[in-house]
């Protein structure tokens, strides 16, 4: 089966066309400026990018022109539309409504319509790329595939915030946690890549991109993870604090006189590793910067690192123990300086870093020594995979 995944940002749209048994990439790309004159297509298999420049005044504009590179042209990968099976979406909220994904039908887009006050920045944008697909495919089935899924199995005191409780009730405000689809990939090759069932491991998943998330998956189901309600709760990241003193909020917006879009702004744009070092929200920026001597740089990755060896402590409390903890995403995957930063000195809670394991680059490792109680690995995400396995098995069973 073919499945065109389909991530849409606010002016972006990202794509992959996928067979979804051989797990084989057909064709991908991303559409970026969406709504702006330079716009511009970039797309191709590796070492056969292409840049078409055009500008795409909105999501509809943009699909017409992955539709035309899906078809024709130097990235031709199919013979004509009718070879694409079915359409996944990501979909960044899914309220309580969605423990699983879904079939899109009216009643889901209404509901992610109404998601949209959770996720403003990310549920209407999402609504485009559906939209978009429908006009142009519109006998093609399709799925939304949501990132705080996998996260509806925690537990009331863990999803729970201690306010009054008719705030929840009223409004929805409750931990819903995001790169769900992330966590549970990463989770269950790290369950498979120990040797031991998904229903009996115990794991700490540590998504590290330009967003940050950790969670904690006991038995194959999450049973806490830190982002909130938003993305902004829990770890530090490239441009947003993660968790602090609430009353720094409205602390901040007197004494800054702020509005709420104003800090809004700061905590999710200005704060995380670009606040502290002032350099970048690029690690790889900040430690060049913390190597030459810069001190704010090298007290941004200190943080950093602090902010997530804290949860691999309340994770281990948590789940009793961990058989595995699992980096992922830009920073997970790459920066062995960062991953041995956040383990440095938990030994003495089983975990022990091999450095020359930790120093390879390369998919799918162990980097903790073959004796360590708790195993460590890195394991590149893939949740576009996530998503046409999803959509795969929703519209096979149609
Ligand atoms: P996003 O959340 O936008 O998908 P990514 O998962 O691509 O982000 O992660 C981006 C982060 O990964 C950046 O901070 C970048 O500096 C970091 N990163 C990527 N490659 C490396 C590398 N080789 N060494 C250190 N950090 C890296």
Redesign the pocket.
Known sequence: MNVLVINAGSSSLKYQLMNVETQETLAIGICEKVGSEDSFHKYGLDGAEQLDETPLKDHDDAMALVIEALVSGPTKALDSLAEIDAVGHRVVQGGQYYPISTLIDDEAISKISELSVLAPLHNPPALMGINACKNHMPHVPMVAVFDTSFFQTLEPSAYMYPLPYELFEKHGIRKYGMHGTSHRYVSERGADFLGIPGEKARIITLHL???CSASAVKEGKAIDTSMGLTPLDGLMM?TRCGAIDPAIVPFMMECENLNTDEVNNLMNKKSGLLGISGVS????SV?EAAEAGNERALLAIDMYAKAVKKYVGIYLAALGGADGIVFT???GE??AMMRAKILEGLEGLGIVIDAEKNAVRGKERFISTDDSPIKVMVIPTNEEYMIARDTFEIVSAL
């Not at 929200?281 to 790889?284: F, K, T």
């Open positions: 991109g330009n967003g490239g929200n690029d690690l790889r430690q995403a830009g920073i790459n920066s």
